[in-house]
């Protein structure tokens, strides 16, 4: 039982490259989300799932692409990388509003 | 406008001694809430929730107590050991929701 993994572990883009990480859970959670952590600031929501098929914007959703075509995976897609995009991304999955099991994030450093 | 603040960015406190970790919130719609902890290069984990139908919960060392006609909560940990430094933050999940509205976080430093 893996729970949340993320990959890369760390990436560098150049201004105006896409790429997409990758989100998987092994826990059979419906709900699943995306974070982002900037220095001083506590975890923002990019966007989130609440089950195969269905994903809505959170509070910072601007740049940023989610799907979910199976339960297991939620890839967030960066449709052309900006240097505010630089950040520690974490994917999440919950089977309730209780607790949240997050994955180890994905470091990202935009030039 | 920030709804789940944690006002002090960081707290030294000495192995042994108490360690008391504070949260405000301002939206009084919010009726759960969470801690979680993060350690470096590493996602942040829960540790312990309190509902707004109860003022304390308790599990170990860790206790949470909220006193909602403050809109306040606080995370007391006792004894501090120096594995509990890590950054704490504050969380609440919107109302009906399962997405969650983090603090800034708190760098609690338990020094041996």
């Known amino acids: 039982n893996a729970g949340v993994t993320q990959t890369p572990k760390f990436q560098v883009l150049k201004t105006g490259q896409s790429m997409t990480l990758q989100c998987a859970q092994d826990?059979?959670?419906?709900?699943m989300s995306w974070y982002r952590q900037d220095p001083g600031m506590g975890l923002r929501l990019i966007h989130y799932?609440?089950?195969?098929?269905?994903?809505d914007q959170g509070e910072v959703p601007n740049g940023y692409n989610v799907s979910r075509s199976t339960t297991e995976d939620f890839p967030l897609r960066l449709l052309s990388a900006a240097p505010s995009q630089t950040s520690v991304y974490f994917c999440?999955?919950?089977?309730?509003?209780?607790?949240?099991?997050f994955g180890p994030g994905t470091r990202l450093t935009v030039l | 406008d920030q709804q789940v603040k944690q006002n002090s960015p960081s707290l030294s406190v000495q192995e042994g001694r108490i360690s008391i970790l504070n949260c405000d919130y301002t939206?009084?719609?919010?009726?759960?809430f969470l801690w979680y902890k993060k350690y470096p290069a590493e996602g942040p984990t829960f540790l312990i929730s309190?509902?707004?139908?109860?003022d304390k919960n308790e599990d170990g060392r860790f206790t949470v107590f909220l006193n909602k006609s403050a809109k306040h909560l606080s995370l007391h940990i006792v004894p501090s050991q120096p594995g509990d430094s890590a950054v704490y933050f504050c969380?609440?999940?919107?109302?009906?929701?399962?997405?969650?509205?983090f603090g800034k976080g708190t760098k609690l430093s338990v020094i041996p």
């Open positions: 999440a999955s919950s089977p309730n509003a209780d607790t949240q099991y």
């Open positions: 826990m059979n959670h419906e709900y």
């Open positions: 799932s609440v089950g195969a098929g269905i994903t």
């Open positions: 939206n009084s719609m919010f009726d759960y």
């Open positions: 309190i509902s707004s139908i109860k």
């Open positions: 969380a609440a999940p919107g109302a009906g929701s399962y997405q969650l509205t």
